[in-house]
């Protein structure tokens, strides 16, 4: 049995019949001493007729002979199951929550007081390969470059180039491709820079964990931790691995990163139910999360493919990544153009062949007439457009990992958005306290509470019934502080804690006066916690409609105090009830009722306000439960239908989902693949979506969306590496700006667009009149002079226009409307045939050279009519198209240039149709800004 | 030959361009020709697996036909 240590053996094919075996061996491949080593070593066998082994398949054959003993253990061998044969990146599903911590500890042959040898944890990882996950491949160069240069209008290019040079014209071709390379350039340099900030984020993260081995605590790189290892962790901890808890000392984990769930879960030893879902199996730690209070131990279980995480990242990469609305809507476009451009030059074909032109020459001419037809100046308008956008948006913190995705901002009609750690903080914050006065409950709001300061007559009096429950969630609280001076534990008890100290408590002083002596922690039908404490003191703090009978109150108070619990409660607040007593007496004393929130993210309620007015619907996705969510659609003032994860599946199948959905504004108890169900029932019916998310759990569903926006900097790794966009600020509003942003894109690409779509046509036109009339006006080459000068160029100047102030105060562009729609286009035909007709006056007046000299005056002047309306004129505009203007005029009015272009004629004819072309369009665009101006004055003296 | 002023800019644009663009270009070219050979390579085992699949069948096919089928017509005889 031929059998190589640490490689994949894998079994490709065993035949009993022509008794030969066929193994893969993964070191084989490209590796011929061991190719003969092994064809060596097996033919020794007892049996073995042949061995032949192949560097290049990476496979051997194993011939054998009837009735040879190897037979019998290739056919064993051949009944194994595959994961046994083939070692699988992941493990197969085990139910590690399950078993008992004796079961655990004798299967991974480790143990629960000194972890592993060293040796046994480097022979381990050698065996099993580092913890780390399989990231997602970066583009190469080669695909970034391929990604800027195959595309419809750049194949059309491609095209019109091959042309040139079988005709010989290496300068027309050369100046095509220039214009390719540009474009690609560009594209290349931008997408680059990207993909290597997000690279450096990434390797800022890798860290370490503690570990027992040989019966000491050491710390290790968390990519060499290996099954067996006992990992130590406290508040605070970041999990490297998924383990089993095996000591657990009021432990509880923060999962929101993994299930949604905002509120610390609760670890134990003792074993779960086999089928427990993720967010329930409390005996586990996984990667990813983090321990919240407490401590303890776990013993790893399993590390990098074969994680939990590992799992929804793989999900993540099965979701669809849909195509860029840009590159299909450019292709549209690119199609049209390159169809209307082969019909005029069959035409113009036609037209000078019955003229009786030479065939050569008509080629030609047609080649020039398509290229004429397709905007060169598109890829790179487009390209540049979207560059100046992530220029503009990487200022205001946010990165756009795509060129597209720029464009696609500006589309968005819905944005879904992940709550805990999106829309709130993750960060509990004490909003009210509640004392009772008499019989009756009297609140005071948290924002009232401070110090008691110097002059204060009588601090006691104010502050002490105050001071005194604080004091009390402060002792009976899990809290650590870390070495950096940062609070370690659950988010509620640090919020009591800063609550404390903002009263002018010192909790490490309460701690050293009263130190905890002993802790009775909550139960799943206990929810309260009872701490004992020095000089008999014991403080009970937990769930009002548990603790409030406990306490030493009348009826009377009690029913009060309940019914300001449920008041606090049903303003989506979380409320605990806090008391105290002599160690010995029989009830408690009431202290108050402590009510705390996960408060939105500030400036969460202005953007779902403004994205309603940009006509974009918001729709809270969270793994939360209902009331907790409604409380924060409330708080975000956002209306509509309120649903739960569990009847997704029904209304998705119904008729009128569609119908639904629109009414859906929050839908909570959701799972990542929720997420990604209702991503794409979204796109299904129509809808341009945007998912907003920071945890793993949202990774799937950021993929799915047109836009996924992985939210602060302090999102999860696989988050960041799924999404579009990343905010460098936890602020929803910088979503918006993107949008605006977007739709500026949007904008100035319809109008460069259009003007150069109406350029081109005036050439098609012009060209195509002469080629009518037996006359060949502009040669291929001047054609191309005039195309690249006024498409690339002004194109350029009209796409780097800055945004308009008004883009957020109207609805999206439809997602399937096309860049130009019918009214667009009826401009582009009046505005070209306006081209056409002003050079073919100049060239009836004045031959050739004015109907070249004025086709580029007309172009030029028409790209300042096109300009968006309200916005200065830009110096970026006037040098652009100024210099482009600029040097039109020097080629018509220089002899050698005139001669290099082809073209005939003398000087003051060229400057007499450079003029007249001009002046048209030039009187228009005065007009327009006049009349802009006018309405602009006379709106300013109404209001005045 | 005649001195062709544009042609002479054009040249020296073009190896102007290239020599300042070498450097940057290298990992392009190496990336390139590692793709090329990549390429090769897969194209190289899928021949190879592609004659042993066919090697294999061709096999069991003949051991099938000439082993097996007499010994069941022997078997079925007997019987």
Known sequence: MVWIPGESNALARHARASRRVRFEIAALAGNPALARAVEREAAQRPGVVSVTASAVSGRVLIEYAPGASVAEDLDRLARRPPAFVRPARAAAPAHWHAEATDAVIARLATSARDGLTEREARARLEATGGNVLAEEESPSRLALIASQVANLPNALLGGSTLISLLLGDWLEASAIVAVVGMNAAIGYRVERHSEDLLAAWRAAELGRADVIRSGALCSVPAPELVPGDLLVVSAGTVVSADARVVDAHRLAADEAALTGESEPVDKTCAPVARDAPLAERRTMLYRGTSVASGHGRAIVVATGGATEIARVQELAAESRAPKARLQRRLNALASRLAWSGLAAAAGAGLASLAHRRNPVEILRDSVALGVAAIPEGLPVTATSALVRAMARMRERGIVVRRLATAEALGAITVACTDKTGTLTENRMRLERVSLLDGDSPRTIDAGELHAPGPDSLDPRAVFGPIAALLAAGVLNSDIEYLASGELAGSSTERALVEAAQRVGLDPRVLRETWPRRRLVERSDDIRYVVSEHARDLEIIKGAPEQVVPLCALDPRARDAVLAENAALAGDGLRVLAIGSRRIGARAWRYLGLVALRDPLRAGSATAVHAAARAGIRTIILTGDQRATAEAIARQARLAGDVIEGHELPELLAARDAAARLRRVAVIARVAPADKVAVVEALRRHGEVVAMAGDGINDAPALRAADVGIAVGARSTDLARQTADVVLERADLRSILEAVAEGRAVQDNLRRSIRFQAAGNLGEILLATGAALAGQRLIGSLGLLWINLLTDTLPGLALALEPSDGALLERPPVHPDKPILDRADWRRVARDGAMIAGVSGAAAIVGGPIAAFAAIGATQFAYAAACRAPDRPLTRRFAALVGGSAALHLLAVASGPARALLRISGSSPLALAGFAAGAVGPLYIAWRRQATREIVRLSSQGATT | ?79
């Open chain 2, 1 to 79: 030959m005649r001195f062709h002023l544009p042609s002479f800019l054009l040249g020296a644009v073009v190896g102007a361009s290239g020599a300042a663009l070498a450097p940057r270009l290298r990992p392009v070219a190496v990336e390139l020709a590692t793709g090329c050979y990549k390429l090769l390579d897969a194209a190289l085992v899928k021949l190879a697996r592609g004659r042993e699949d066919v090697s294999d069948l061709l096999a069991e096919a003949r051991a099938r036909a000439r082993t097996l089928a007499p010994a069941r017509a022997a078997a079925g005889g007997a019987s």
